[in-house]
């Protein structure tokens, strides 16, 4: 349905927001292709029946359902968070 590029740097926090209000997206991919650690923060956050924390480490991706509230953390870091988002339709048939 649709994707986008992102980057983020030290306070750059994302809004809390799903990826089904953007058209007909039944799931979203993450994918992050760059190394990461731990101590950078940057964590993707999915509210689902229990909060899902999820690290970025290299050439990683997360499929979620994309009704789920979701956000990225701003890095702690002066470092480059990059993550590329698939906003995806479940085709049935």
């Given at each position: ?38 101590e ?11 909060p ?42």
């Amino acid at each position: 349905m649709d994707y986008h590029v992102n980057g983020q740097t030290l306070g750059q926090q994302a809004a809390v927001h799903r990826d089904s209000d953007y058209g007909k997206s039944t799931h979203a991919l993450v994918y992050f292709p760059n190394p990461w650690q731990y101590e950078w923060g940057g964590r993707l956050h999915i509210f689902d029946t229990e909060p899902r924390v999820i690290t970025p480490k290299e050439n990683f991706g997360v499929l979620f359902d994309a009704e789920l509230l979701h956000y990225a953390e701003a890095p702690t870091e002066n470092v480059l968070r990059v993550s590329v988002g698939l906003k995806l339709r479940k085709i049935d048939g």
